[in-house]
């Protein structure tokens, strides 16, 4: 235990008695309900979004079958509760062609309104002839998506909706099955939600492989 404190961290700094001195580095655990009583296991993303509450200070542990497909269950979530998102940004391994049609019904379907995906470079390589066309045709619609391309293994989806709710999804699994047993949580949580959109932001700006044109009043922010 006294190794711990010769990198200069203070415990006493996770407690909920002291005041938050870390900035972007370390994140207290945030406060939440309790996770529910029985047991979470489920083998279809569709089941899993029905029984999901998605209320403030919500958080659900969740073991996934095999079987079980990550991206449906994000679309299924968003549809399935009628929620608006103001801003979705996901950070994958890797997807399948069925991830991106799933992530297109989202956006064609007036969900969300702006969609940032994060995928890796070892993924971007070997689907740049064959799945990240089809991407980029698919997503880049309005000006509503931004895909970047970098070194990460994260596999998170962080959602803000229009009525102050903002979800956090992380766990082992990517976008698409595994034929492996994962598990995911999922939490409403405001400082969690920010503490991954400052990183996954900072990764989007550098990484972006799409030029937006400046909108309207940043533009004229910027000239005045």
């Not at 711990?4 to 961290?9: D, H, N, P, S, T």
């Not at 415990?11 to 406060?31: H, L, N, Q, V, W």
């Not at 049609?101 to 956006?107: E, F, G, H, Q």
């Not at 309207?216 to 910027?222: A, I, P, V």
Request: proline residues 3%.
């Amino acid at each position: 235990m006294d190794e711990l404190f010769k990198f200069g961290v203070n415990m006493a700094d996770f407690s909920g008695e002291t005041e938050d001195t870390f900035k972007t580095r370390y994140i207290k655990p945030p406060k939440s309900t309790e996770i529910p009583e029985h047991k979470l296991k489920y083998d279809l993303a569709v089941n899993l979004a029905k029984d999901i509450k998605p209320e403030p200070g919500c958080r659900y542990f969740v073991i996934l079958d095999g079987k079980f497909i990550a991206g449906d269950f994000i679309e299924a979530f968003v549809t399935e509760h009628d929620i608006h998102v103001r801003k979705m940004t996901i950070s994958t391994l890797s997807m399948s062609e069925n991830n991106v049609d799933s992530l297109a019904n989202l956006i064609n379907g007036g969900f969300v309104d702006e969609l940032n995906l994060i995928v890796s470079d070892f993924f971007f390589s070997h689907e740049r002839r064959n799945l990240i066309p089809y991407l980029y045709e698919q997503l880049d619609k309005d000006d509503k998506f931004q895909l970047a391309v970098a070194g990460t293994h994260c596999k998170t989806c962080i959602i803000e909706t229009h009525d102050g709710m903002f979800f956090v999804i992380h766990g082992s699994a990517n976008l698409r099955s595994s034929a492996n047993i994962e598990q995911i949580m999922i939490e409403e949580s405001r400082e969690l939600y920010d503490f991954n959109h400052d990183y996954q932001m900072q990764i989007i700006e550098k990484y972006k492989t799409i030029k937006k044109s400046i909108r309207h009043d940043k533009l004229w922010n910027t000239i005045n």
